[in-house]
């Protein structure tokens, strides 16, 4: 299930044209001796660079304590790791905590895929 998922959301890229897909990044909120965020690194680091949706969504690391002002949060972020979809620095998704490697992966694709779509809606105006 999880390959076939993979497998739609690469082609779903692959059949956009450039200027109409979302300039998306990972942000993963980690902390020093958090032992959630060293199972993701063991698990997931050093593949998510070659995954589908690190391509869609490049991973960029921050430290809890450093969260750039700059980014537009729904909420405080509190557990580490928390993973935050971002486009232009405004928050579209987020994973709090890591439930593992094959929830992540499907919790990060519906977040990606939604991101994605919302990017090629229709944009209706009101006259």
Same mark, same amino acid.
């Not at 300039?23 to 965020?37: D, K, R, S």
């Not at 391509?55 to 969260?67: F, M, Q, T, V």
């Given at each position: 299930?999880?390959?076939? *998922? &993979?497998?739609? /959301? ?7 044209p450039v200027a109409a897909r979302a300039t998306l990044e990972l942000v ?26 690190? *391509? &869609?969504?490049? /991973?960029?690391r921050i430290d809890i304590g450093d969260l750039p002002g700059g980014l ?32 992540f992966w499907g919790l990060l694709m519906r977040l990606i895929e939604g ?13």
């Amino acid at each position: 299930m999880l390959r076939i *998922a &993979a497998l739609a /959301l690469g082609l779903f890229m692959a059949f956009q044209p450039v200027a109409a897909r979302a300039t998306l990044e990972l942000v993963m909120v980690e902390q020093a001796g958090c032992p959630w965020c060293a199972r993701w690194n063991a698990d997931i680091g050093p593949i998510y660079p070659k995954s589908e949706e690190g *391509a &869609a969504a490049p /991973l960029r690391r921050i430290d809890i304590g450093d969260l750039p002002g700059g980014l537009e949060l729904d909420g405080k972020v509190v557990f580490t790791p928390t993973f935050l979809l971002v486009d232009d620095g405004r928050e579209l998704g987020r994973i709090e905590g890591y439930p593992g490697e094959e929830f992540f992966w499907g919790l990060l694709m519906r977040l990606i895929e939604g991101a994605l779509s919302a990017t090629l809606a229709p944009q209706t105006t009101n006259r």
